[in-house]
């Protein structure tokens, strides 16, 4: 059995050690440096890591194809993570003026960003899968995910349905 080397490694983080614009300005300086790509992204926008893993597969499996819509990485990661073709959307996913709770997503993985990463964010060993009451309110907005989607599948598999808004992506495409 081969063993596999890990493409992307994500880790939650509190943002209270420095502004958006900062961490964002960091993240880009820091990535050139240890030849990682880091995306982050609004938590609270997020239905949990799984969530965050398949925008960072959908997104990687694109720009290696080239069949990526955005222009960086980043872009198309967040692209996904939002299910839509729009960067002035899929932008809403990543760090915004009022973002706290992040994933950052470092592709590769990369023990030096994430160490240099930490002088900006606090990392965090909460997974985000806490779905509260409001929390599945504000992403079945954002996903256009209905009511009567949400009784279908039950509030135990609510992650797997923005999941499947992200897969759609592709067929959208």
């Excluded at 890990?6 to 300086?29: G, H, N, T, Y």
């Excluded at 470092?106 to 023990?111: A, D, G, K, L, V």
Aim: proline share 3%.
């Amino acid at each position: 059995m081969r063993n596999r080397v890990p493409r992307f490694e994500i880790r939650a983080a509190v943002m209270d050690r420095c502004s958006p614009a900062e961490l964002i300005r960091e993240a880009q300086r820091i990535g050139l440096q240890s030849r990682c790509c880091i995306v982050c992204l609004d938590a609270d926008r997020i239905a949990g890591v799984r969530h965050a893993e398949s925008a960072v597969r959908h997104g990687l499996r694109a720009w290696e194809a080239g069949t990526a819509i955005a222009d960086s990485l980043e872009m198309e990661v967040l692209l996904y993570a939002g299910g839509t073709r729009q960067t002035s959307i899929g932008s809403t996913f990543g760090v915004r003026s009022d973002t706290t709770n992040l994933y950052l997503c470092f592709i590769p993985p990369s023990e030096e960003a994430i160490t240099e990463m930490g002088y900006c964010v606090r990392h965090t060993e909460e997974d985000g899968e806490n779905l509260t009451e409001e929390k599945v309110r504000r992403l079945a907005e954002l996903f256009g995910i209905t009511p009567a989607e949400c009784e279908a599948v039950g509030r135990g598999r609510f992650q797997d349905l923005v999941i499947e808004r992200v897969a759609l992506l592709d067929v959208y495409r």
